[in-house]
């Protein structure tokens, strides 16, 4: 899997928009991206991923940059509820052994 | 996505006994489920792959005979931690992988050995 690089940890404010950035300057051109956060104390969420095309769903939306270098994931109106810790991660479609790093401790401010 | 539950959702137990953690897809018929283990402040680390009808695949590192897994079917893979130790207390989070290559976690289940 490509690695990826994520801010540490950032803060946004509650109902603004919350853009969070990863870079993935190895990413080869069969991996995806994929966005998962993880509530504290509760299991990762799934949140989104694409390959080329930037995508949107109920959650939120994905915005790949054309190079695949990197990509950013957008909360539209960041509530306090989504407050958690973000991980990125490439990789191949189907790979389940996905590592998930660090991740980007995200603190909705009010 | 898929719905996945994990019971029970935290364990106390003693020192040498046994803790049986169950992982149900309710929605989705997975011949594969996976198990990962989460320590404070540290991220998730895949234990082991489950697979329906078979032997589980272990990451290098786990120990088979200490961590069983029994994937007996479609929609129930079993984690059972065998004479467990303090160092042994942990978060530990099962997957089904969807359709399009994306993990649906439960809700995890959190161990504590005295």
């Known amino acids: 899997d490509a690695k990826t690089t994520q801010p540490p940890s950032m803060d946004c404010a509650e109902g603004r928009a919350a853009n969070l950035p990863c870079n993935h300057s190895?990413?080869?051109?069969?991996?995806?991206v994929y966005w998962y956060r993880q509530i504290h104390s509760q299991g990762p969420q799934y949140i989104i991923h694409?390959?080329?095309n930037n995508e949107t769903n109920e959650m939120a939306s994905l915005i790949i940059t054309e190079d695949r270098k990197s990509s950013t994931l957008i909360l539209p109106h960041a509530t306090l509820r989504d407050t958690a810790v973000y991980y990125c991660i490439a990789g191949d479609y189907g790979n389940n052994r996905l590592a998930f790093g660090k991740g980007n401790q995200v603190v909705v401010i009010p | 996505g898929a719905v996945v539950s994990q019971h029970p959702s935290w364990v106390i137990c003693k020192s040498g006994t046994s803790v049986k953690i169950e992982c149900r897809s309710l929605d989705f018929q997975a011949t594969t489920m996976f198990w990962y283990r989460q320590f404070p402040k540290q991220s998730l680390m895949l234990m082991a792959t489950s697979n329906e009808g078979s032997k589980a695949t272990y990451e290098q590192g786990v120990e088979k005979d200490k961590f069983l897994i029994n994937h007996a079917s479609l929609t129930l893979s079993t984690l059972t931690v065998t004479s467990a130790h303090p160092e042994d207390s942990s978060f530990y989070i099962c997957?089904?992988?969807?359709?399009?290559?994306?993990?649906?976690f439960g809700e995890g289940s959190r161990l504590t050995v005295l």
């Open positions: 694409g390959l080329k």
């Open positions: 997957s089904v992988q969807g359709n399009t290559g994306e993990l649906f």
């Open positions: 190895t990413i080869s051109g069969n991996e995806y």
